[in-house]
Structures are given as C-alpha cells and as structure tokens.
Nanobody, 124 residues
Framework: QVRLVESGGGLVQAGGSLRLSCAAS????????MGWFRQAPGKEREFVTA????????DYADSVKGRFTISRDNAKNTVYLQMNSLKPEDTAVYSC?????????????????WGRGTQVTVSS
C-alpha cells in the first residue's frame, strides 16, 4: 500500500510562486513514475506533469510548460512541483499520484495511488 500526502498549497497573487510537495510512504512505488494532476471547480481532472523515478525524465502539459517544474528527491521519497508565474486559471486542487508503470503518462487510468490533494488559489 502506498500513501501520498501533498502539502504547500495556498493563496497567491497572479505572477507569484508556490512549491508543492508530495511525500510518499509504503512500498512498491520506487520503480514507478509519479505525476501531478489538478482539478478546477466544475472541470474534469487534468494532467499537469510527471516524472520517472529513476531517470528523472519529465513530461508537461502545454499549459504549464516553462512555468512549472517537477523534481524528486529519492532519498526522501518526495516529489516537488515548483510553480512560477501563476495565473488565475491555475486555481485548482492539485493531487499527486503513483503510476502503474515506470514511464510517465498523462492518462489518469495509468495511476494506481492518489493523494487527497492540496488547494491552490491564484487571485487576479
């Protein structure tokens, strides 16, 4: 069983930055990719970014490329999401997830374990 706990969300003005963290515990996740997804009110959950655990190769949604950066600390079993130049449309609940495979994927159904999420609100 894998447990994921996100932190670092909050309220920020447009143009500001936030850094989210996702701490993983349990077993069975060290070989797999991890991702961040977000869900805005009234919208479906969408892919934000993902990272493979070993090589650290990354994938980003077009909407966040150049503004968001995913990274991981294997020793701490933690994945980070650095969000810069935030926009009001980035407002959402951000959740991290562990993929069922070693490669990163933008598809929700390829992720087995999910955190509860952390709220990010960007004011204009």
């Amino acid at each position: 069983q894998v447990r994921l706990v996100e932190s670092g969300g909050g309220l920020v003005q447009a143009g500001g930055s936030l850094r989210l963290s996702c701490a993983a515990s349990g077993s069975g996740f060290s070989r797999y990719a991890m991702g961040w997804f977000r869900q805005a009110p009234g919208k479906e959950r969408e892919f934000v970014t993902a990272i493979t655990w070993r090589s650290g190769s990354t994938d980003y949604a077009d909407s966040v490329k150049g503004r968001f950066t995913i990274s991981r600390d294997n020793a701490k079993n933690t994945v980070y999401l650095q969000m810069n130049s935030l926009k009001p449309e980035d407002t959402a609940v951000y959740s991290c997830a562990v993929a069922a495979y070693a490669y990163s994927s933008p598809r929700e159904y390829e992720y087995d374990y999910w955190g509860r999420g952390t709220q990010v609100t960007v004011s204009s």
